[in-house]
């Protein structure tokens, strides 16, 4: 639909009310040359500033009866409902060119000028989609708005400031009082008394001296530029570098410590550590200390090594063993021979060297193994 807007008037209602309007009179043509006479027609006002750039308000209105009207409507802007801003912003602070900033619609802010103009866009949809009728300029603000604010100052009521005749007349040494409510005159005694808190000092009475000495490392106090100085070069970023290095260089046995005589981290050993803290891994053969387990030598709790406390009556030759000094009992504790077996030997070979006499028997024929008269076993070779 093609609309004409022909007429671009405007006045102000409600000059007085706490929600001023502008009044709008306009009149629409269809393409065919007839008027617009819908029964429901929704308008939209929006204002912006000067340029069309930043929208300040807008105001929509709807249902709308315009039937037997031959095109006419009067509307005031403001009598809508603002859908735009969402704050307490009223029609009459958006056109005001002092100690005024508005929001925009989509972002940044407006701050009129003196002398700065508003455009009033209007649209109107019937039914049949949106239609944008030529924008309004209002030049000036207009007077009845500005009217309703005749009785402010810088936007503040009579009731925000104090008169001359709020004031007492007060004596020489009094001075004014303000209770919440009222002004009144009261005598100055002066200062009688100072608490104050550590660790700032005072020297008491009517009229002391305020002090804070320095701080100690027991005491608070202010800091002095000396111990600025010392407390800014310990962070540093140099500083603090040399010493993440002196700390990264520390062996897997060391652990890193603060050295307070020289104020820089450092490593030492790691001590008093408990091997039953140890729940899991292999200990290296080299943390074992510098002994080798063999039959002779091993490896005590203490971490030392040492040879077994074990004594033996037989020597060692190479393989062999021998023993020189008794009999051997197997079986028996108190052997008579050489070997004195109690109890049953199992031998594969027997190997004698000469002739050999048991328990008293004379051999007679060699290679022969028999018992004497009493029953004694004898062995001849």
């Not at 309004?136 to 936007?155: M, Y």
């Not at 600025?228 to 700390?247: C, H, I, P, R």
């Amino acid at each position: 639909m093609c609309a004409l807007f022909i007429t671009s008037n405007f006045f102000v209602q409600a000059a007085r009310s706490a929600q001023s309007s502008i009044g709008f009179k306009l009149k629409i043509i269809k393409p065919d040359n007839t008027p617009l006479e819908a029964n429901s027609v929704a308008f939209r006002f929006t204002v912006t500033n000067p340029t069309g750039t930043c929208v300040l308000y807008i105001d929509d209105q709807t249902g709308v009866n315009m039937t037997s009207s031959n095109g006419i409507a009067v509307l005031r802007l403001g009598d809508g409902t603002k859908t735009y801003p969402s704050d307490s912003t009223t029609l009459d602070k958006v056109f005001k060119n002092f100690s005024n900033t508005l929001n925009c619609q989509g972002g940044g802010t407006y701050g009129p000028a003196s002398t700065d103009q508003r455009k009033v866009i209007v649209q109107f949809n019937d039914g049949s989609g949106w239609q944008t009728l030529p924008s309004t300029t209002i030049t000036s603000n207009p007077f009845s708005l500005s009217s309703g604010n005749s009785e402010l100052f810088a936007d503040k009521a009579l009731t925000d400031f104090l008169l001359k005749a709020d004031f007492p007349t007060c004596s020489a040494g009094q001075a004014l009082f303000f209770n919440g409510t009222a002004l009144s005159c009261v005598s100055s005694g002066g200062i009688t008394s100072l608490s104050v808190t550590a660790p700032i000092a005072s020297t008491g009475g009517a009229t002391p001296t305020l002090s804070m000495a320095a701080a100690t490392s027991s005491v608070n106090g202010y800091l002095t530029s000396t111990d600025w100085t010392t407390f800014n070069n310990k962070v540093s970023q140099t500083a603090y570098s040399a010493d993440l290095a002196a700390v990264a260089s520390c062996a897997a046995y060391e652990k890193p410590y603060w050295n307070s005589g020289t104020d820089l981290w450092a490593c030492t050993n790691i001590d008093q550590l408990n091997a039953n803290k140890i729940t899991a891994g292999t200990i290296a053969t080299a943390r074992l200390g510098s002994g080798t387990a063999d039959g002779t030598t091993f490896l005590r709790g203490d971490g030392t090594w040492a040879a077994p406390g074990i004594s033996s009556q037989w020597t060692t030759t190479g393989s062999d063993i021998y023993y020189n000094t008794g009999n051997v009992g197997i079986g028996n504790t108190s052997p008579s021979t050489k070997l004195h077996v109690t109890g049953t030997a199992t031998v594969t070979n027997l190997v004698v060297t000469d002739n050999t006499v048991v328990d008293g028997a004379a051999c007679s024929t060699a290679g022969t193994i028999g018992r004497d008269s009493a029953g004694d076993l004898y062995i001849c070779k």
